[in-house]
């Protein structure tokens, strides 16, 4: 199973914010629309960086509410993991596990295209394994 797969059932919307976006912005987007982490972007297409919940709580710890008037890119990861449709699932929960983050944007021909996250791998890999399971149930049982 490849990343195309997943955005395929999940859709393939990712939720921008501007560099320039106050950090107070983030969380408001990030409450409101009940995700864990926001990519930066100016256009939509390309990667600036990305802002999750951990770097806002690291924010918070160093410079205290004053953070809320910060912009988004003093906070901002810069150095993005990225995925392509074509990559295997079990290629990009590696990244995941190895780099210690839960969502990785997906690029098609140098464009933001999609974002995955831990827990829609571990849905679809589950999935994946379950089918293989009854397969080879009714294998053995025939």
Same mark, same amino acid.
């Given at each position: !199973?490849? &990343?195309k $797969?997943?955005l395929?059932?999940?859709?393939? %919307?990712v939720?921008?914010?501007?560099p320039?976006?106050?950090?107070?912005?983030?969380i408001?987007?990030?409450a409101l629309?009940?995700?864990g982490v926001?990519?930066v972007?100016?256009?939509?297409d390309a990667?600036l960086?990305?802002?999750?919940e951990r770097?806002?709580?690291t924010?918070?710890?160093?410079?205290g509410?004053s953070l809320?008037? !910060?912009? &988004?890119? $003093?906070m901002m990861?810069?150095?993005?993991? %990225?995925c392509?449709?074509?990559?295997?699932?079990?290629d990009?929960?590696?990244?995941?596990t190895n780099?210690?983050?839960?969502?990785v944007?997906?690029?098609n021909?140098?464009?933001l295209?999609g974002?995955?996250?831990?827990?829609d791998?571990?849905?679809?890999?589950?999935?994946?394994l379950?089918?293989?399971?009854?397969?080879l149930?009714?294998?053995i049982?025939?």
């Open positions: !199973m490849n &990343v $797969s997943i395929k059932s999940k859709g393939a %919307t939720e921008t914010i501007r320039d976006a106050t950090l107070g912005a983030a408001d987007a990030l629309k009940r995700i926001l990519v972007s100016e256009d939509g990667i960086g990305i802002i999750s770097d806002i709580v924010g918070l710890a160093k410079h509410a809320l008037d !910060m912009p &988004v890119a $003093s990861t810069q150095a993005v993991k %990225t392509a449709p074509t990559d295997p699932i079990t990009v929960m590696e990244i995941m780099q210690r983050i839960r969502h944007p997906v690029l021909a140098g464009k295209s974002i995955v996250s831990i827990g791998a571990v849905k679809h890999r589950l999935w994946e379950e089918t293989e399971a009854g397969y149930r009714d294998y049982a025939h």
